[in-house]
């Protein structure tokens, strides 16, 4: 079976240009989550996923980031315009739902914003 | 509000047992999970506690939690130079439904 699938792997922008980074979660994975993990540092949630609706997105910076999941499936995380503190790994995870005690992480997207 | 904290850095030698600790301070937590992060890799899930347990073993690892401290352990034995990464604990607490709370890792290095 297929794990969580990220890409880009790497992304190098300059600062005040857009990115974006997609997730394909695992078959059957209703829950989808978008963490950012800063260098150093542990994840952090970002926004979670219910099939196609966000159900908590508090921990978004709603000015610059964005975040879809149209069909209930693939995942894209926007970012509009880059900052040089965004620099960080974008992790995708996914679970079988919301109360699935496991989740099950991509490999993520490095981005540095220079 | 909930913290997970742990040391940075652990140095073992190879066939030694490794102990990376864990402290939380959220009590209504229900599950404790160590992942493991090899370098430029996902998180990979090693495994987990739900918190009315005090113990759990898998294979070569042992998750020992002592709730009145809330304390977590994760425990390696025969520890291999495969086992060089960060590992992280997390917590899941009952506040939010899934969202995972993680510490800021730590970074075993094993020595031959």
């Known amino acids: 079976e297929a794990g969580v699938v990220q890409s880009p792997r790497y992304k190098i922008i300059e600062k005040k240009q857009p990115v974006a980074f997609w997730c394909n979660p695992i078959s059957g994975h209703n829950t989808l989550y978008w963490y950012r993990q800063n260098l150093g540092q542990g994840p952090e949630l970002l926004i979670r996923?219910?099939?196609?609706?966000?159900?908590?997105d508090s921990q978004l910076p709603k000015d610059r980031f964005s975040a879809e999941r149209l069909k209930g499936v693939d995942s894209t995380l926007k970012i509009q315009p880059a900052e040089l503190g965004d620099s960080a790994v974008y992790l995708c995870a996914s679970s079988p739902g919301p109360g699935s005690y496991e989740q099950y992480f991509g490999p993520g997207t490095r981005l540095t914003v220079t | 509000g909930e913290d997970v904290e742990q040391s940075l850095f652990l140095s073992v030698r190879e066939g030694d047992s490794s102990v990376i600790n864990c402290t939380y301070t959220d009590s209504s937590s229900t599950y404790l999970y160590w992942y493991k992060q090899e370098p430029g890799a996902g998180l990979q899930l090693l495994t987990y506690i739900f918190s009315n347990m005090d113990m759990k073993q898998d294979q070569r690892l042992t998750v020992l939690l002592n709730k009145k401290d809330k304390h977590l352990s994760l425990r390696i034995a025969d520890t291999q130079t495969g086992d060089s990464a960060i590992y992280f604990c997390a917590e899941r607490y009952t506040g939010t439904a899934s969202k995972l709370t993680f510490g800021t890792g730590t970074r075993l290095q094993v020595t031959l």
């Open positions: 996923y219910e099939n196609e609706e966000a159900v908590d």
